[in-house]
């Protein structure tokens, strides 16, 4: 299953401002969410791994009590110490990336302080429900990773996270034999819920891997400069 080029690479909302205080443009900043275990830090991780060659990336991390994600991104060592940075939320998820996005914005902004200029900024959400989404003032693109093992009926229950990111990610392919989910029913069923919006199939253990959510990301890139 790949993506529908025909559809506009950039989502309709844009963040309110392209721009810095010094006029300078600010990194483009693309938001990672989805329920627990879909695979959204390993995500952010080979995307790093894929891009980091070619763009200067940043990554900002939600975690509610801990900074498990981060010290994940830097055992991995998939970009240097300084370009990832944690958030703990002490609350749900979705507060700090939809209602109060305060704490992410200070992390997001350090980060272009202090290892800029950035051409990306990745900020993964902590692991929560299908209505978790971002709010417009802390992302430009919304991608949502869910993932065969919590059931192929993901698409068709929808929700915000589903319905509504500018790209959906369908994680652990692989699995699907030994979880009983149907690729099919699950593509049939996110075009049912998502009309036009792109949809990724992806196995970060096969070759392929990142590669169709990396076209995408670059995608994004090139209309937020042009």
């Keep these: 299953m790949h993506l529908d080029h025909s559809r506009p690479q950039v989502g309709a909302a844009v963040s309110a401002d ?6 300078t443009r600010r990194a483009l900043r693309i938001g990672l969410g989805g329920p627990v275990g879909s695979g959204k830090t390993a995500t952010v991780a080979a995307l790093c791994r894929a891009l980091r060659e070619e763009l200067s990336l940043a990554v900002v991390t939600n975690d509610i009590y801990t900074r498990e994600d981060a010290e994940f991104l830097l055992r991995e060592a998939v970009l240097p110490p300084e370009r990832i940075a944690a ?3 002490g ?3 979705h507060t700090a990336i939809r209602d109060d996005i305060s704490a ?3 992390a997001v902004e350090d980060l272009e302080d202090e290892a800029g200029p950035l051409d990306i900024v990745l900020v993964e ?3 929560d429900n299908l209505t978790a989404t971002f709010s417009k003032g802390l992302v430009d ?6 993932d065969v093992a919590g059931g192929d009926d993901i698409p068709r229950k929808g929700g915000p996270g589903v319905t509504t990111a500018d790209l959906l990610v369908v994680n652990k392919t692989d699995l699907a034999p030994y979880v009983g989910s149907d690729l099919g029913r699950m593509a049939t069923d996110a075009k049912a819920a998502r009309g036009d919006g792109p949809v990724v199939f992806q196995s970060l253990r096969s070759e392929a891997g990142v590669t169709e959510v990396a076209v995408w990301v670059r995608a994004q890139l090139t209309a937020w400069t042009a």
């Design 141 to 146: 693109a919304q991608i949502f990773v869910i």
């Design 104 to 106: 992410n914005l200070e």
């Design 87 to 89: 958030v703990e939320t």
């Design 18 to 23: 392209a721009h810095r205080p010094d006029g």
């Design 125 to 127: 959400s902590g692991g």
């Design 91 to 93: 609350a749900c998820p």
